[in-house]
């Protein structure tokens, strides 16, 4: 089994950072793609951002040039530094793992962190 465990949200003003974590514990595989995704109230959860064990990420369109996906893998722990946040940001941010080869792996989600951009 595998646990993921986010921290880092709270209330920003517009234009602001944060700094999403997830940390990752438990039968963890080396190939594995972990990722943040969003939801709106209202609306449906996408992706915001991936990132392969190897270090290959890829980005929705919208937060482009404003967020950064890593990852520690001698920590088993990602991050999301978001800058420039917009009101249209304001979401729970739930931490993704897909463990395993992309053939055969188990989807894990995390609880759940609430990001709120206002002034």
């Known amino acids: 089994q595998v646990q993921l465990m986010e921290s880092g949200g709270g209330l920003v003003q517009p234009g602001g950072s944060l700094r999403l974590s997830c940390a990752a514990s438990?039968?963890?595989?080396?190939?594995?793609?972990m990722g943040w995704y969003r939801q709106a109230p209202g609306k449906q959860r996408d992706v915001v951002a991936t990132?392969?064990?190897?270090?290959?990420?890829a980005y929705a369109g919208p937060v482009k040039g404003r967020f950064t996906i890593s990852r520690d893998n001698t920590k088993n722990t990602m991050y999301l530094e978001m800058n420039s946040l917009r009101p249209e940001d304001t979401a729970v941010y739930y931490c993704?793992?897909?463990?395993?080869?992309?053939?055969?792996?188990?989807?894990?989600w995390g609880q759940g962190t609430q990001v709120t951009v206002s002034s």
């Open positions: 993704n793992l897909q463990n395993g080869d992309i053939r055969d792996y188990t989807n894990y």
């Open positions: 438990g039968n963890i595989f080396a190939i594995n793609v």
């Open positions: 990132i392969t064990n190897t270090g290959f990420t």
